[in-house]
């Protein structure tokens, strides 16, 4: 059997997670980079990993590589993403894939034009909860879908040296938690959405803390979402259609729904396990990759990305970087 070579650039939370569940049917965990090599034989030797290198361009340039898997901070995912492309990797990043529609579309030209895969690591495109309700909703008459919702809160320290609160690093709500959110309504939508509102609150350090988003579609679908860094709220995710509404908890790495019709019914849908997220991309991928699938999850990514450019705009929120 064909198994792919990944390496793990990064060695921060989301690459210790990675790491610690990572099982795979046609994937190996082949090696790590980081900016350190003392940094990449620890981690190396933590998870029995074969090969540490010294820095990303070392890792690159290893011919053996397959996939590249990138858990840094989102300012730079851009440049590991071009490095890697032209290196000739297949590549999975970590959201946001890239903090602007300008540079996502570039990468993705560029990985078209070396016949490569690019995806952003998006638990909501990859959880098997998703695809059982996508089935579920075409086999049951619902009716039309009128309207989503979907709300994430969580409270985080404002410590600068964490990239949360630091404007460097590309920080603030939308990018960390509000790239959920988009993706799970853009998940459920019809089409992309057409209207975009926005009110949004800036940090002092300068990174969006709270904002409500309102988007509409050429169907006339409406859907609500709700952000904040600096109160928790549920992980909630409401999805209704003309006879009834789907309500999914902890949506991000979600494995039960709940369906109420408008007579008062409920029905459980479940599917997958919360544990193997991460899993679920690694084979969905490796799948794409081996089976030269089409890349269905990339288009709705962009469309994310879009309307995140828009809102930004809207609030005045712009990176150093950009």
């Known amino acids: 059997m064909t198994k792919l070579n990944w390496v793990v ?5 989301i690459a210790n997670e990675f790491a610690t569940h ?10 790590v980079a980081s900016r350190s090599l003392e940094k990449s034989e620890a981690f190396a030797e933590k998870y029995d990993i074969p090969h ?13 590589v397959e ?28 959201k946001v894939i890239t903090v602007n529609g300008e540079q996502l579309r570039e990468v993705t030209q560029l990985a078209e034009e070396n016949h490569l ?4 690591a998006m638990t909501i495109f990859n959880m ?4 059982t309700l996508k089935e579920w909703i075409r086999e049951n008459d619902l009716g039309p879908l009128k309207m989503i919702q979907a709300s994430f809160g969580s409270f985080k320290d404002t410590d600068p040296s964490v990239y949360y609160f630091n404007k460097a690093l590309a920080g603030g709500a939308l990018f960390d938690i509000g790239t959920y959110a988009l993706s799970f309504v853009r998940h459920f939508l019809s ?43 549920p992980k909630q995710g409401v999805v209704a259609f003309e006879k009834g509404f789907l309500t999914i908890m902890d949506y ?27 899993n679920y991309e690694v084979a969905n991928f490796t799948d794409m990759i081996l089976g030269k699938k089409e890349n269905k999850t990339l288009p709705l990514t962009m469309d994310v990305v879009e309307i995140m450019d828009t809102v930004r705009k809207e609030w005045g929120l712009e990176y150093p970087f950009e």
């Open 9 to 13: 650039l990064g060695t921060g939370t």
């Open 67 to 94: 996939v590249v898997y990138i858990a840094v901070p989102h300012s730079h995912h851009y440049q590991l993403i071009k490095a890697a492309l032209k290196a000739g990797k297949h590549v999975l990043c970590e």
């Open 191 to 233: 089409s992309k959405p057409t209207e975009i509102l926005t009110l949004g609150n800036l940090h002092e350090s300068g990174v969006d803390e709270s904002s409500a988003i309102i988007l509409r579609n050429e169907e006339q679908e409406l859907a609500t979402v709700s952000l904040t860094f600096r109160a928790k709220m």
């Open 252 to 278: 991000p790495r979600p494995t039960q729904a709940t369906f109420t019709s408008y007579d008062g019914k409920h029905q459980t849908i479940e599917a997958g396990d919360t544990v193997q997220a991460l």
């Open 128 to 131: 098997p909860l998703y695809r």
């Open 22 to 31: 990572f099982k795979a049917e046609k994937a190996v965990l082949y090696g």
């Open 117 to 120: 895969y690019l995806a952003e």
């Open 52 to 64: 540490a290198y010294s820095s990303y361009a070392e890792a690159l340039a290893d011919q053996n």
